[in-house]
């Protein structure tokens, strides 16, 4: 009986240490998807403010154009839900919602993204597909790259990938609306 609770135990706690493992790796997945697309919008951003890429991660003049287009493609994806011209943001700006506090406005309009769960599983493929992608077209000598450089990689904008507080959607809402 006392080794059937031994071995019950060590089995619990097992399957305890997988379940924490499991999750330990979404979260880093998660992590890298929120730092992808920090990189993406920021080298977007930057390259169009000035012309060239700061913190070049190694793509030459050849490659710059089908580079570009590969951050471009990928930073329309991360941000279909929450573009300017998203359902969201169309909600968020419509004249006609003008007569709803700040506060209902937002939280309508932020419920037309999709749920958290479905959202996050958009951008861990999206971030996947991006690496991919950079991988296959570019080498993954750029890849690692990119992936050192994003993670200090700055951006004012970010993914909803997470609980939001009133506030914060409103900060979100008007960070990618207005």
């Keep these: ?28 997945t998660i992590e890298s998807s929120e ?27 050849a490659d710059l154009e089908a580079y570009i287009e590969v951050l471009d493609y990928h930073y329309a994806q991360f941000s279909s839900g ?20 700040i506060e209902e406005r937002a939280e309508i309009s932020f419920s037309l993204l999709r749920d958290l769960e479905d959202r996050i599983a958009r951008y861990l493929a999206i971030d996947e ?22 993670m200090e990689s700055v951006a004012n904008q970010r993914l909803p990938s997470s609980q939001f507080d009133e506030a914060a959607v409103i900060s979100f809402i008007d960070s990618v609306c207005i």
């Design 129 to 150: 597909e991006f690496q991919n992608e950079i991988a296959d077209e570019f080498g993954t000598f750029l890849l690692d790259n990119i992936n050192e450089l994003k």
């Design 35 to 61: 730092a992808s697309f920090r990189y993406i919008a920021s080298t977007l951003q930057t390259f169009r403010n000035t012309g060239r890429l700061v913190n070049n991660p190694g793509v030459d003049g």
């Design 82 to 101: 929450f573009n300017p011209e998203s359902a969201m943001c169309q909600f968020y700006r419509d004249p006609e919602n003008g007569r709803m506090t």
């Design 1 to 28: 009986m006392i080794n059937r609770i031994k071995i019950t135990k060590a089995i619990i706690a097992g399957a305890l240490f997988s379940v924490f493992i499991g999750i330990s790796a979404a979260q880093s």
